[in-house]
């Protein structure tokens, strides 16, 4: 057999042509190594074997028999029908494919088959006796000759792959054990000192026992040396980022007077406030550029400290952008930037998509120019079309939202300018050190004075009647409401359990005559939803039944209820954030949750919703429950794709991988033979999962951070 190069086109395996290259390549599967790392999905333990007398119908078996006749051929409704009788020691059953005729070829009169699949029963015409026989039928079985060669769907643990339509899980077998037996030593990429230390075997064998695992042991050991191998090489290059951040100079700070600012707020900060600013401080005067993230709860003052941050960088001669993710978010920004910083003399730009060409041509133009030193927008400040003149700070708001590729974009339109990163989510550790690795981390713990936690309940749909007398009556008294419901409108509702906005809406409306009462959800153009919000920020609004486009961006302390009917279709990191829309000004304000769930599950993460506002410690939850694909509800950008990872079920790898990314006291490793003797593919694995970070396509290459 001829050996194989990892970098070998798919194509070089045999069996595989143009067109079955074409279906690999639907998968994503361009060369061998690629072929090698299309890890299962999932397994089926076919290693016990049945006879065909103890078969029991309905059931998934595998059966070694021989063929007793050549197969036959039937053609019935146009399709095509071939039939094998199988036999062993002890009994006779059929085998059965449809529309699959190249099967008659396959089978030959007493050679010997392992056939795997489901047993039915099928009952024959009636005897003489008046009996009606049956016989036992497979139907469309995995098979696989026994001839001395290699059982790939039956007999063993057998894998399953992700998959297209037109390619079989028998045809993917096949390749990827041809490639397993052709490719040439895996190169092992870890030291075995590294090795020893972390109980990892070798390369070559957990890819050869992750595809077709020897036994339960040796599969174990084999994803855990490929998830770790995974992990470590994600590690490095998010270190690699970091620091390729630190070895740039940093633009020369040297004013920093804060009274100015400061005395504009009308509060002092808080003890967290004030620690994270001096972080700030600290790296804004260390002559290298700032990476830092500021992580804290709803209403606990980060962008009081990004306004603090901003009006040093523009103090100091340059621009500072912030850039958030929905243009709902960008405006309040735009509000509470323009009342602190506007008195100071200083001008602020506003840029999103949704502005008219004039307006955006006039941003654009204020913005080259350098008139506006605060700019604030979307993601349309990272569009070609910007230039700035002399961008000196980046913030980016719900970092989470956005990708680590999309904060290299903004980054890249200034000369190494500080970027500080805010969100509001509360990330389980594990989490943050993939979506944050590349940051240093402040952590804003404390709430400003005379702020009263929101209590939270947690009830049945038999309270609603009592809820919204409860609505009502804090109505009368001046307050105002949110409602939060989980689809749009009634044809969203397939099993009539949910409450939609648009109905809701209009039975408030009934209920709380005398009280206005409007809806708001994504699909209303953009301006009808800002005026919606103006009024709700204004009192003009009393109730406002809305989907989660409320879940950031609004911020009305009069609003002391917020009610959240089926609470169980959230993740808790939702629903917390749901809960910090209220509870913002001095009144005391409640979250009530409302859910007929029967779900053990999701009674105890609603039953946590009313014991703790730590947000931290219910999103550990919140991944414990959901796994990290779903945490966000999008999927991040500028993040790998992981092959075999599991950031949930594999958070010990992670902790143990992460502490040996970070033992490596060189900023590359591969620059130190002794730590990395695989240097050149290690190297070429990490540049790869780097140049992702940066949103680097097609091999491109010198973009400066």
């Known amino acids: 057999m001829t050996t194989l190069n990892p970098n070998d086109p798919v194509t070089a395996l045999r069996s595989v042509g143009e067109a079955r290259a074409a279906l690999f390549h639907r998968l994503g599967l361009y060369t061998v190594r690629d072929v090698l790392e299309h890890y299962p999905r999932d397994y089926m333990d076919r290693s016990r074997l049945s006879q065909i007398a103890d078969l029991v119908p309905g059931a998934v078996s595998a059966v070694l028999g021989v063929a007793a006749s050549d197969p036959k051929v039937f053609f019935t409704n146009r399709r095509s029908v071939v039939k094998v009788k199988i036999q062993d020691g002890s009994g006779c059953m059929e085998a059965v494919w449809f529309n699959q005729p190249y099967i008659k070829n396959v089978f030959q009169k007493n050679q010997t088959y392992l056939l795997t699949g489901q047993v039915k029963e099928k009952f024959q015409p009636f005897d003489s006796d008046g009996s009606s026989p049956s016989l036992l039928e497979m139907q469309a079985p995995d098979y696989d000759i026994v001839n001395g060669q290699e059982l790939l769907s039956g007999g063993r643990i057998v894998p399953l792959y992700a998959s297209t339509g037109q390619l079989s899980q028998k045809m993917l077998r096949k390749v990827i054990f041809t490639a397993l037996q052709a490719a040439d030593a895996f190169p092992d990429l870890l030291p075995p000192s590294l090795r020893e230390r972390f109980a990892l075997c070798p390369k070559d064998q957990a890819v050869r026992n992750i595809h077709f695992p020897e036994s339960a042991e040796k599969f174990l050991l084999a994803r855990r040396r490929l998830v770790f191998e995974e992990l470590l090489f994600m590690a490095l290059a998010l270190k690699r980022a970091k620091s390729a951040v630190k070895q740039h100079s940093a633009l020369c700070f040297s004013r920093f007077d804060l009274d100015p600012v400061l005395s504009a707020f009308p509060f002092a900060l808080t003890c967290g406030q004030r620690e994270a600013l001096d972080d ?59 009342t602190i910083l506007q008195p100071l003399g200083i001008e602020t730009a506003f840029l999103t998509g949704s502005l008219s060409a004039a307006e955006k041509r006039q941003a654009h133009d204020r913005i080259r120019s350098g008139e506006a030193r605060m700019i604030i927008g979307t993601h349309a400040l990272i569009q070609k079309k910007v230039e700035y003149a002399g961008l000196g700070l980046i913030i980016t708001d719900e970092q989470h939202r956005f990708g680590v590729d999309q904060r290299f974009s903004l980054a890249r339109k200034g000369h190494a300018p500080h970027v500080l990163v805010m969100t509001a989510t509360p990330i389980p550790r594990t989490l943050a050190l993939v979506l944050y690795g590349d940051l240093d981390v402040s952590v804003i713990r404390d709430l400003p004075p005379g702020r009263q936690p929101v209590q939270t309940y947690f009830v049945s749909s038999a309270y609603r009647a009592r809820i919204h007398t409860f609505i009502r009556k804090a109505l009368e008294e001046g307050r105002q409401a949110f409602v939060v419901c989980p689809v749009i409108e009634a044809s969203e509702n397939n099993d009539g359990a949910l409450r939609d906005v648009k109905q809701y809406a209009a039975e408030l409306s009934r209920v709380l005559a005398g009280f206005q009462v409007r809806c708001l959800h994504g699909k209303q153009a953009f301006l009808e939803k800002q005026d919606i919000m103006q009024a709700f920020a204004d009192n003009r609004i009393h109730v406002l039944v809305s989907t989660t486009v409320i879940e950031v961006g609004i911020h009305v302390p009069n609003a002391t209820i917020m009610l959240i009917e089926n609470a169980d279709r959230f993740g808790l990191a939702q629903l917390h954030q749901l809960r910090g829309r209220v509870g913002r000004g001095a009144e005391a304000s409640c979250c009530i949750l409302v859910s007929d769930t029967k779900s053990g599950v999701s009674r105890e993460k609603l039953q946590a919703m009313t014991q703790t506002s730590d947000g931290f410690a219910l999103s550990e939850l919140d991944l414990k429950a959901r796994g990290p694909g779903d945490f966000f509800g999008v999927r991040q950008h500028g993040l790998p794709d992981f092959k075999i990872a599991n950031l949930y079920q594999d958070m010990e790898i992670l902790r143990e991988a992460w502490d040996a990314a970070q033992a490596w006291d060189v900023p590359r490793a591969w620059d130190a033979p002794q730590a990395f003797p695989e240097s050149a593919d290690a190297s070429a694995e990490i540049d790869r999962i780097f140049r992702g970070f940066r949103g680097e396509k097609n091999g491109e290459k010198n973009i400066v951070l």
Not at 324 to 331: D, F, H, M, N, Y
């Open 280 to 338: 700030i401080l600290t790296d804004l005067r260390g002559g290298q550029v700032m990476n830092r993230l500021i992580q804290g709860d709803v209403g606990s003052g980060k962008t009081a400290v990004a306004m603090t941050a901003a009006y040093i960088a523009i103090a100091n001669g340059t621009q500072a952008a912030v850039m958030a993710p929905t243009e709902v978010l960008a405006r309040q920004h735009l509000a509470s930037f323009q």
